[in-house]
């Protein structure tokens, strides 16, 4: 498997934590809170479309996406069909400059909300870090509204896993040219989609 075996690479050769210990903290705080009945099975799932998000991942993030997506058997034309119409609808190749180095963030709607299956096609051990820290304040949520990211547990867990991953993210762009910035979910996915994936 093609994506297995280079996010086995990155993490061999760079001494990286496996993605679920890196987002064990968000992840233990989000079960945390649903056993509070602070969950989101009632919810629309705004905070996964247009209206609320913006969300950007990194290279590291991006590949072990990407390896869900292969152990899923989901790199296919329907997946990256969704991804490309994802970034054409809202306009996602179109950077707004803001500043040195810095570009406007646009919202969209991810192509895996409620793809392949109910809530979230890559699961709690895959998605972005900022996925799992954004959770509902309140029981009862069910069209967004009183939620917020946990920037505590976000700060605590970069404190102790930012410097293996800039080695990873560093390594992907030295090593296998994908670009270092962090970029939407589905640009960032089909970075590797067309770099590694071969077309039949």
């Known amino acids: 498997m093609l994506f297995k075996e280079l996010l086995g690479e990155i993490y061999d050769s760079h001494n990286i934590s496996k993605a679920s210990k890196r987002r064990e903290l968000l992840a233990e705080q989000m079960l945390s809170n649903e056993k509070a009945g602070k969950d989101c099975m ?10 609320a998000n913006s969300m950007q991942m990194t290279s590291l993030e991006a590949l072990e996406a990407m390896t869900v997506l292969e152990e899923k058997g989901l790199l296919n034309d329907e997946v990256k ?11 996602l190749d179109k950077y707004i400059q803001i500043g040195p180095g810095e570009y406007f963030r646009k919202s969209y709607t991810c192509p895996f909300f409620f793809f392949p299956e109910f809530g ?3 699961g709690i051990d895959n998605k972005p870090y900022g996925c799992i820290a954004f959770n509902p304040c309140e029981s009862g949520i069910e069209d967004g509204g009183n939620c917020q990211s946990d920037l505590d547990i976000q700060e605590k867990r970069n404190d102790l896993f930012e410097e293996e ?12 040219g994908i670009s270092i910035l962090k970029e939407p979910i589905p640009i960032k996915l089909l970075e590797f989609w067309n770099k590694f994936v071969k077309e039949s």
């Open 42 to 51: 009632s919810c629309t799932g705004r905070c996964c479309t247009f209206e």
């Open 81 to 91: 069909s969704r991804l490309q119409k994802c970034i054409d609808e809202f306009r």
């Open 120 to 122: 979230c096609g890559l």
């Open 165 to 176: 991953e800039d080695r990873a993210n560093e390594a992907l762009f030295k090593e296998k």
